[in-house]
């Protein structure tokens, strides 16, 4: 059979045609199934979580409770935090800082035998508190004896209550960098802050009053000086809290964690493995966030806080990583 050659020409236009289409769709079903790139995890865009301060155990799991507070957003999140050698710094420009109690070892309006009895007492049980070497359990009967004779002490300070605000002017109570950021941060987005902490009270709230962080999403529960019928320092308001009983002090201030309670979403910050016990009050927690602050013999306490905490921070003086976090769940 023969064909014109105009017939067989516009055959040929048609074949080209069919093959082009053919060429096109399979290259185009290429394309489609190409497997997608894996989507990073959200901590690994973080780049403040790639410093070298910042140890993760398990970044799987961290991924997994930042994502769930992520898609909780502001109104599922409460955030708890220790104050001394967490929110305040330990040293800055080579000198240590000093804690609320210090309130009672560097004040000048302090006798220098009182300074030495402190002094004795702190270097004694200070060593005992941070050694890697003995557990929570037996550590609790030395801290508890610390803070006693502490207490004991106290009415011979000769501190009065009207001389408390300029006594913490004369200390070097500074927080780390950053704080005023993450504490105003939680204040616009209405995130209620708990500072539960073993140090004094009075202290840290002419610190926050002075740097005018004292918000009112921000609740104190620490140790309170009390004071005679003439002002004079006698001990504290109510029972000590000390560095290995934050659980029990926790659950006896049952009405805050009540008023909170629809805030299931909790990030714990803390330097000490006994800060852990700061959120026994909670209740329903849906995923908490644990934060921890390693300031000394970092070497030998990091496996016992990699252990303890999602995060750890070595020597790290500032809430960057903590505004980081914040940055992307508020």
């Known amino acids: 059979m023969f064909f014109s050659g105009g017939f067989q020409n516009r055959l040929l236009e ?49 991924e997994e409770i930042v994502s769930r507070i992520i898609r909780g957003g502001a109104s599922k999140l409460q955030v708890i935090s220790d104050f001394d050698q967490t929110l305040s710094r330990v040293h800055k420009n080579g000198e240590k800082c000093t804690t609320t109690y210090g309130i009672f070892e560097h004040s000048s309006r302090i006798s220098e035998e009182y300074k030495n009895q402190t002094a ?6 200070h060593p005992i508190e941070v050694d890697p070497h003995l557990t929570k359990a037996e550590k609790e009967p030395y801290m508890i004896e610390w803070y006693t004779k502490c207490i004991d002490l106290m009415p011979s300070s000769g501190i009065t209550k009207d001389c408390v605000p ?3 002017a004369d200390l070097n109570v500074i ?4 704080s005023d950021v993450l504490l105003e941060s939680l204040y616009k987005n209405n995130v209620p802050l708990l ?68 805030r299931n979403n909790v990030i714990l910050l803390g330097d000490s493995l ?31 806080y990699l252990d303890a905490f999602d995060i750890v921070l070595s020597d790290d003086q500032s809430m960057d990583v903590i505004v980081g976090l914040l940055q992307n769940i508020l």
Do not use: W
């Open 175 to 178: 927080l780390r960098d950053n």
């Open 195 to 262: 500072i539960f902490s073993a140090g004094i009270g009075d202290v840290l709230k002419v610190v926050l009053q002075r740097c005018n962080l004292l918000y009112p999403n921000v609740k104190i529960i620490a140790n309170f000086l009390q004071f005679d019928s003439e002002n004079k320092l006698i001990g504290f308001k109510n029972d000590l809290i000390h560095t290995f009983n934050k659980n029990r002090s926790s659950i006896e201030n049952h009405e805050y964690f009540d008023h909170v309670r629809v």
């Open 120 to 125: 004795f007492l702190y270097n004694h049980y």
């Open 14 to 62: 048609l074949s080209i045609g069919i093959g082009t289409v053919v060429i096109a769709s399979l290259i185009t079903l290429h394309v489609i199934r190409k497997p997608r790139k894996k989507i990073s995890r959200i901590i690994d865009t973080m780049e403040i979580l790639n410093r070298n301060t910042v140890h993760i155990k398990n970044r799987d799991h961290v």
């Open 166 to 168: 300029d006594m913490v």
């Open 274 to 304: 006994g800060d852990l016990d700061m959120a026994a009050g909670v209740q329903d927690a849906d995923v908490m966030l644990k934060i921890g602050f390693l300031n000394f013999k970092i070497e030998e306490n990091l496996p016992k």
